[in-house]
């Protein structure tokens, strides 16, 4: 090939939105509002798995919780008839996400797997990203946090602890993605079946309203959940293309909400 | 203006100048002190706590991860604008009244942009990797995002902080010359390393007016983009209320505006304290109160089509981030805001008003706490309201922020006094300028003739 | 060593004169120190040329070109997709091309001015103190004692306050 095709090989591959040309797996997650029921167990889950600070109770009246999912509540009503929404908020993984741009020194981007990854060791704290996500999903780690003995010992070694003045977020448990990853490709260089890989939320919900899975695997159960009629994704006008999607609650007419 | 000066001869400039610079009295040491304390005390201590316990030691939270350090950054930025822009412009110009204070006004410029910097530092949660947004080789071979609006920030502020710099020194060479000539010992040593061996011969003379026209040629320009760029921090989010293409004017203007009451109130002191009353004068003031009131109704009116399009949208998230800046919790800043922004410098129609000092003076300080206090409503109010009511919070700065707010005008004045022994803070040469030449025989000080004449 | 004749004023219309019957009367170029730039000092001595907006030019050029070459360059050098936008986004790039454009900018306006008006000045060259508060001077080359005598003549005749002859090393 000579410079001239080169040259415009290049540059095509560099002027396309998104850069990758497809992704190796397309990680998603669909939630389904019929059947939560509100639990918070996707909460302590998470917390569990990923190391999350425990903020303590002066720092949360203060408003710095770091929850990584968080059961957002909606009242509706006046007493007796009041009724309650709930929606579970996570990192939406946008394939368009308003926060990877704003990041002045690289700290966080789309990586080939379609995930929203965060580099603790490479963030200062602008919190610019904070700022610029819509779902308000990112959170600051405002101080450092310990862990009364003996819950040190609870600590997934293979997440990092975060030290002050660091951005994090869900991250679909990258790291049973990765050993997923590395299992299949022990065990005969084959992809990751669906249903191998759950993240935390996923696996403790007990009422199986969260599917994650390949999107780009039409077998999988999260691509056919996609396709449901139900099937929306929050703030879907702000063009930032999540990769989670929301099946909506199925009300009889007459009620708001049962 | 010449009537204003028209006692005045060349040899008063030069004296009344250099003695700003040489003599010192007691109470300029007290000031230096206090001002160099308060820094000390009020941003430094509260700083290296905050360096030591985590962004925690301010009052941010979730939502809120924004607060006043970035509200004070823009501010400070803001005030910086109008030294240098308004100096270039004026320049541009060829206007006279501009002669006496552009000086300070530029120095002004320069110290606002270091004061910003330090509150990049202040607000990032590890300053002490805050190299890594500079574009350096390393071994890691990353570089930073240069879509980020924040890294055009790092940009421009370089850029403008460096055009500022040479662009106040350049115009200070010649005064250096006519300092040293009277000065002695370690003074005479700055003074003629500064001065760079400038002798006032027509070459000269015509090259410095071509730099310096060029440098207000391009300064001009670059001072717009930089408070478009600190604006598109905001303006590139998706927030409710922030993500508005009346950004990028709206607070140019606003800096301007602010960058303006700064140089009154800089101007008020420097004539009362540096014994700079025939320099400074009420034409001086006349002319800013003019600007000030245009700026004022330009600004007044940005905050008039803003509310009027974010209630003509229709749409919730907007309508609801307006009503909670006019009537939510932070309510009480908003009015007093327009109070002090918008109603206040009204005042500057009545001529009366405008030729009066000290009430010029208090004007001046009205409309920087409202701007200050506009720049920490844009930070605060919308990210309490964002696109889900679930995560809507509300935001409180603490006392350590309280204390950095206060020791960063500490530091401001401290980097000033420390510029007016040292700089010339009234332009000699272009004060002469706007003087009528001198038609008698000198009556100056006999000088020492020059070294290897034969006299 | 070349003896410079130098006469002190009062005021710039008398110097500007002075200057211009030195030119006139076959002298080297005459210089002129002033506490403030002179009008009309082109007319009586000649056009100046400025060679400082070549150098603003090519600062810019150069300024631009490194912009746009270090954000697009560094963009490909280490591939960082973020937010679904192409490696090489021209808008933000264009930011960074004009910043850096003004910066070179004004860094070579100011390389050009130190270049064209010969500062800063490594040895000692005629100076009158005077001449930065309220003072004109005139200085011309002269060759011999005559050639002084002459200029001496004129400066006096234009209405010099003092003529001095100083020697100029160099």
Same mark, same amino acid.
């Not at chain 2, 011969?201 to 310096?212: C, G, I, P, S």
């Given at each position: 090939?000579?410079?001239? %095709?080169?040259?415009?090989?290049?540059?095509?591959?560099?002027?396309?939105?998104?850069?990758?040309?497809?992704?190796?797996?397309?990680?998603?997650?669909?939630?389904?509002?019929?059947?939560?029921?509100?639990? %918070?167990?996707?909460?302590?889950?998470?917390?569990?798995? =990923? #190391?999350?600070?425990?903020?303590?109770?002066?720092?949360?009246?203060?408003?710095?919780?770091?929850?990584?999912?968080?059961?957002?509540?909606?009242?509706?009503?006046? *007493?007796?008839?009041?009724?309650?929404?709930?929606?579970?908020?996570?990192?939406?993984?946008?394939?368009?996400?308003?926060?990877?741009?704003?990041?002045?020194?690289?700290?966080? *981007?789309?990586?080939?797997?379609?995930?929203?990854?965060?580099? *603790?060791?490479?963030?200062?704290?602008?919190?610019?990203?904070?700022?610029?996500?819509?779902?308000?999903?990112?959170?600051?780690?405002?101080?450092?946090?310990?862990?009364?003995?003996?819950? %040190?010992?609870?600590?997934?070694?293979?997440?990092?602890?975060?030290?002050?003045?660091?951005?994090?977020?869900?991250?679909?448990?990258?790291?049973?993605?990765?050993?997923?990853?590395?299992?299949?490709?022990?065990?005969?260089?084959?992809?990751?079946?669906?249903?191998?890989?759950?993240?935390?939320?996923?696996?403790?919900?007990?009422?199986?309203?969260?599917?994650?899975?390949?999107?780009?695997?039409?077998?999988?159960?999260?691509?056919?959940?996609? =396709?449901?009629?139900?099937?929306?994704?929050?703030?879907? %006008?702000? #063009?930032?293309?999540?990769?989670?999607? *929301?099946?909506?609650?199925?009300?009889?007419?007459?009620?708001?909400?049962? | !203006?010449?009537?204003?000066?028209?006692?005045?001869?060349?040899?008063?400039?030069?004296?009344?100048?250099?003695?700003?610079?040489?003599?010192?009295?007691?109470?300029?040491?007290?000031?230096?002190?206090?001002?160099?304390?308060?820094?000390?005390?009020?941003?430094?201590?509260?700083?290296?706590?905050?360096?030591?316990?985590?962004?925690?030691?301010?009052?941010?939270?979730?939502?809120?991860?924004?607060?006043?350090?970035?509200?004070?950054?823009?501010?400070?930025?803001?005030?910086?604008?109008?030294?240098?822009?308004?100096?270039?412009?004026?320049?541009?110009?060829?206007?006279?009244?501009?002669?006496? !204070?552009?000086? $300070?006004?530029?120095?002004?410029?320069?110290?606002?942009?270091?004061?910003?910097?330090?509150?990049?530092?202040?607000?990032?949660?590890?300053?002490?990797?805050?190299?890594?947004?500079?574009?350096?080789?390393?071994? !890691?071979?990353?570089?930073?995002?240069?879509?980020?609006?924040? &890294?055009?920030? +790092?940009?421009?502020?370089?850029?403008?902080?460096?055009?500022?710099?040479?662009?106040?020194?350049?115009?200070?060479?010649?005064?250096?010359?006519?300092?040293?000539?009277?000065?002695?010992?370690?003074?005479?040593?700055?003074?003629?390393?500064?001065?760079?061996?400038?002798?006032?011969?027509?070459?000269?003379?015509?090259?410095?007016?071509?730099?310096?026209?060029?440098?207000?040629?391009?300064?001009?320009?670059?001072?717009?983009?930089?408070?478009?760029?600190?604006?598109?921090?905001?303006?590139?989010?998706?927030?409710?209320?922030?993500?508005?293409?009346?950004?990028?004017?709206?607070?140019?203007?606003?800096?301007?505006?602010?960058?303006?009451?700064?140089?009154?109130?800089?101007?008020?002191?420097?004539?009362?304290?540096?014994?700079?009353?025939?320099?400074?004068?009420?034409?001086?003031?006349?002319?800013?109160?003019?600007?000030?009131?245009?700026?004022? &109704?330009?600004?007044?009116?940005?905050?008039?089509?803003?509310?009027?399009?974010?209630?003509?949208?229709?749409?919730?998230?907007?309508?609801?981030?307006?009503?909670?800046?006019?009537?939510?919790?932070?309510?009480?800043?908003?009015?007093?805001?327009?109070?002090?922004?918008?109603?206040?410098? &009204?005042?500057?129609?009545?001529?009366?008003?405008?030729?009066?000092?000290?009430?010029?003076?208090?004007?001046?300080?009205?409309?920087?706490?409202? !701007?200050?206090?506009?720049?920490?409503?844009?930070?605060?109010?919308?990210?309490?309201?964002?696109?889900?009511?679930?995560?809507?919070?509300?935001?409180?700065?603490?006392?350590?922020?309280?204390?950095?707010?206060?020791? $960063?005008?500490?530091?401001?004045?401290?980097?000033?006094?420390?510029? +007016?022994?040292?700089?010339?803070?009234?332009?000699?040469?272009?004060?002469?300028?706007?003087?009528?030449?001198?038609?008698?025989?000198?009556?100056?000080?006999?000088?020492?003739?020059?070294?290897?004449?034969?006299? | 060593?070349?003896?410079?004749? @130098?006469?002190?004023?009062?005021?710039?219309?008398?110097?500007?004169?002075?200057?211009?019957?030195?030119?006139?009367?076959?002298?080297?170029?005459?210089?002129?120190?002033?506490?403030?730039?002179?009008?009309?000092?082109?007319?009586?001595?000649?056009?100046? /040329?400025?060679?400082?907006?070549?150098?603003?030019?090519?600062?810019?050029?150069?300024?631009? @070109?490194?912009?746009?070459?270090?954000?697009?360059?560094?963009?490909?050098?280490?591939?960082?997709?973020?937010?679904?936008?192409?490696?090489?986004?021209?808008?933000?790039?264009?930011?960074?091309?004009?910043?850096?454009?003004?910066?070179?900018?004004? @860094?070579?306006?100011?390389?050009?001015?130190?270049?064209?008006?010969?500062?800063?000045?490594?040895?000692?060259?005629?100076?009158?103190?005077?001449?930065?508060?309220?003072?004109?001077?005139?200085?011309?080359?002269?060759?011999?004692?005559?050639?002084? /005598?002459?200029?001496?003549?004129?400066?006096?005749?234009?209405?010099?306050?003092?003529?001095?002859?100083?020697?100029?090393?160099?």
């Amino acid at each position: 090939m000579n410079i001239l %095709e080169r040259f415009t090989e290049s540059w095509r591959k560099y002027r396309k939105p998104g850069y990758y040309e497809e992704f190796d797996y397309h990680w998603a997650m669909t939630i389904d509002l019929d059947r939560c029921t509100g639990c %918070e167990a996707c909460v302590t889950a998470c917390q569990a798995e =990923n #190391n999350l600070p425990i903020v303590g109770e002066k720092e949360i009246a203060k408003g710095r919780e770091v929850q990584w999912i968080r059961i957002e509540r909606y009242w509706e009503g006046e *007493y007796p008839d009041v009724k309650l929404r709930f929606i579970p908020m996570l990192c939406q993984h946008c394939d368009a996400a308003p926060c990877e741009t704003v990041c002045p020194v690289s700290a966080t *981007y789309h990586n080939q797997d379609g995930l929203n990854t965060q580099i *603790y060791n490479r963030c200062i704290g602008t919190r610019a990203c904070a700022v610029y996500c819509p779902y308000e999903v990112r959170y600051f780690n405002f101080t450092d946090h310990h862990w009364d003995s003996p819950l %040190e010992q609870q600590l997934n070694p293979d997440v990092t602890v975060r030290e002050k003045g660091v951005m994090e977020k869900c991250t679909f448990c990258i790291q049973r993605i990765r050993q997923a990853k590395d299992h299949a490709k022990d065990d005969g260089r084959r992809r990751v079946r669906d249903g191998e890989v759950q993240p935390a939320c996923v696996q403790s919900c007990p009422a199986n309203a969260l599917v994650f899975g390949d999107r780009k695997d039409p077998e999988s159960q999260v691509a056919k959940s996609m =396709n449901d009629p139900r099937a929306y994704r929050v703030l879907e %006008e702000l #063009n930032t293309d999540p990769s989670v999607v *929301y099946l909506k609650k199925v009300v009889a007419k007459d009620d708001h909400a049962s | !203006m010449q009537a204003e000066t028209n006692n005045l001869r060349y040899a008063d400039v030069n004296r009344d100048v250099v003695r700003s610079i040489v003599e010192t009295g007691p109470r300029y040491y007290v000031a230096l002190a206090t001002a160099g304390s308060v820094t000390l005390l009020c941003f430094f201590f509260p700083w290296f706590y905050q360096l030591y316990f985590g962004i925690g030691a301010a009052g941010m939270n979730h939502p809120g991860v924004w607060g006043t350090y970035l509200a004070s950054f823009i501010f400070w930025i803001g005030l910086s604008h109008s030294g240098t822009l308004l100096s270039c412009v004026l320049h541009l110009t060829n206007s006279s009244w501009r002669k006496a !204070m552009y000086r $300070s006004a530029e120095a002004m410029t320069l110290f606002s942009l270091l004061v910003a910097a330090t509150f990049v530092f202040v607000h990032v949660g590890r300053p002490w990797f805050i190299h890594w947004s500079l574009p350096y080789p390393n071994q !890691m071979e990353l570089w930073p995002n240069f879509r980020s609006p924040l &890294l055009f920030d +790092v940009m421009a502020i370089a850029t403008y902080l460096t055009g500022s710099s040479i662009f106040i020194y350049m115009g200070s060479i010649p005064d250096f010359a006519a300092v040293r000539d009277r000065t002695a010992g370690w003074r005479n040593t700055m003074y003629t390393l500064l001065s760079l061996g400038w002798r006032g011969t027509d070459k000269e003379w015509h090259r410095l007016h071509w730099a310096y026209t060029f440098l207000a040629v391009l300064i001009i320009p670059l001072a717009v983009s930089v408070h478009s760029i600190v604006s598109w921090d905001f303006a590139m989010s998706l927030v409710p209320a922030l993500h508005q293409t009346i950004f990028a004017p709206y607070f140019v203007v606003g800096a301007i505006y602010s960058g303006t009451a700064g140089i009154v109130t800089v101007m008020f002191v420097l004539r009362k304290y540096m014994n700079f009353e025939q320099y400074i004068t009420k034409v001086h003031f006349d002319n800013l109160g003019k600007l000030l009131l245009l700026l004022s &109704l330009i600004w007044s009116y940005i905050n008039a089509v803003e509310l009027f399009t974010g209630w003509y949208s229709g749409t919730s998230t907007e309508y609801e981030a307006l009503k909670f800046k006019m009537f939510g919790y932070y309510s009480w800043l908003y009015w007093e805001m327009i109070l002090f922004c918008a109603a206040a410098p &009204l005042l500057c129609i009545f001529k009366r008003f405008r030729t009066s000092f000290v009430p010029m003076l208090i004007l001046s300080i009205a409309v920087n706490i409202g !701007m200050y206090t506009e720049r920490f409503l844009i930070v605060g109010t919308s990210l309490s309201r964002q696109y889900l009511p679930d995560a809507w919070g509300v935001y409180v700065p603490s006392l350590v922020e309280l204390s950095i707010i206060l020791g $960063s005008f500490a530091l401001f004045t401290t980097m000033f006094l420390v510029f +007016v022994k040292i700089v010339p803070s009234v332009s000699i040469y272009e004060v002469k300028e706007t003087m009528d030449t001198p038609t008698v025989t000198s009556n100056t000080e006999p000088l020492a003739p020059p070294e290897g004449s034969p006299a | 060593m070349t003896n410079i004749a @130098l006469g002190l004023f009062h005021e710039p219309r008398s110097a500007l004169a002075a200057a211009g019957t030195l030119k006139g009367a076959g002298f080297a170029t005459p210089e002129l120190m002033s506490p403030i730039p002179i009008e009309g000092v082109e007319e009586v001595l000649g056009e100046k /040329r400025s060679v400082i907006k070549r150098f603003t030019l090519f600062g810019g050029l150069i300024g631009g @070109l490194s912009g746009f070459a270090l954000a697009a360059g560094t963009a490909v050098l280490y591939v960082h997709p973020v937010g679904g936008r192409p490696i090489i986004t021209i808008p933000p790039y264009l930011i960074i091309t004009y910043e850096l454009l003004i910066f070179f900018g004004i @860094l070579f306006t100011v390389l050009g001015f130190f270049i064209s008006a010969r500062l800063p000045a490594f040895r000692d060259r005629v100076y009158v103190p005077e001449t930065a508060v309220d003072k004109f001077a005139v200085t011309v080359a002269c060759d011999d004692e005559e050639h002084f /005598r002459r200029a001496e003549a004129i400066l006096q005749e234009a209405g010099a306050e003092q003529v001095r002859e100083v020697a100029e090393e160099g």
